[in-house]
């Protein structure tokens, strides 16, 4: 129904004039309007978006500030039909050239929070990281807590809060090392030069094959990477199932202990890097010796 035909419908049963009428009519259309596109949007619009986030494989925590978008927008598409519906062009005209200012300086003020808004979005959408999961970047690492819009809450291995900054997640470079279901992890073990490398392979290998939570496939292997000043370097190279940190650090550890014992039940010595120092002191212009008392 139309404004003016509101408003003649109210000066028919109320003894008010036509511009207290239209008026009234004006807000009756504009609440009507309003709570009718609103609504409507709710009953029609969100079910499409949630079924086609889900068809998308998108968690819980990803889908949330996509639905709060769309919520925003439903909201101003219902005032600006309002408006329209009502009469109130001229005041949606003027509304919109003062937001469209606003939005505009708003913008300068604020790039650097967009900047981080559009590189939560990123982050949602490119699946880098989750919640859970242990990133390193930089010369940070630690287990993602929370990830929002603006910012990324890490928690260290220290127990320390870290709050970063999206963007600075999105134009770094990030490890995730739990982003597959295998890890594979490195160790350096140094032998002397007068041991038998080949033995050290076979015990290295072995105490592989023996830990439980080291695959067997991949095979653990060995390779002979560098010749130091004062040991020989053999590289063991294994992986585990399912990574954490809290796994690579206990299953490292576990690994390298039971190595160490192993090269000192066999003699297999590890050396530790030493200087000889070689010279002499020479003192020239000296007439007599030096006393005690000089």
């Not at 809450?153 to 999105?170: A, G, I, K, Q, Y």
């Not at 076979?202 to 695959?215: F, G, P, S, T, V």
């Amino acid at each position: 129904m139309q404004v003016p035909a509101i408003s003649a419908l109210i000066q028919e049963f109320l003894p008010l004039g036509p511009g207290i009428a239209g008026t009234i009519a004006s807000l009756l259309v504009f609440a009507g309007a309003f709570v009718a596109v609103y609504f409507v949007g709710k009953l029609v619009v969100t079910p499409l978006v949630d079924r086609s986030l889900s068809s998308r494989d998108l968690d819980a925590h990803a889908r949330k500030p996509i639905q709060k978008v769309v919520s925003i927008l439903m909201l101003f598409v219902a005032v600006a039909v309002a408006f329209g519906m009502a009469g109130f062009e001229n005041f949606l005209t003027a509304i919109a050239t003062i937001g469209a200012a606003a939005t505009l300086g708003i913008a300068f003020a604020m790039q650097d929070v967009l900047k981080n808004f559009i590189a939560g979005v990123f982050i949602f959408t490119d699946k880098s990281f989750r919640i859970g999961d242990w990133i390193e970047w930089d010369t940070n690492a630690g287990v993602v807590e929370d990830i929002s819009l603006r910012v990324t809450r890490v928690r260290t291995f220290d127990n320390e809060l870290l709050t970063v900054p999206n963007s600075n997640l999105t134009e770094d470079v990030i490890k995730n090392p739990v982003a597959k279901d295998r890890l594979r992890l490195k160790f350096l073990f140094g032998i002397g030069y007068d041991d038998d490398i080949d033995r050290a392979t076979e015990i290295i290998i072995d105490e592989a094959e023996a830990h439980e939570d080291i695959l067997a496939d991949p095979a653990p292997s060995v390779c002979l990477t560098e010749l130091g000043d004062s040991s020989v370097g053999l590289q063991s190279r294994i992986w585990i199932d399912d990574p954490s940190r809290a796994d690579w650090v206990k299953t490292r550890g576990e690994y390298v202990k039971a190595v160490k014992q192993r090269f000192d039940e066999e003699d297999i010595t590890i050396p530790y890097p030493n200087r000889t120092i070689g010279g002499g002191l020479e003192m020239a212009g000296l007439d007599s010796p030096i006393t005690a008392q000089d």
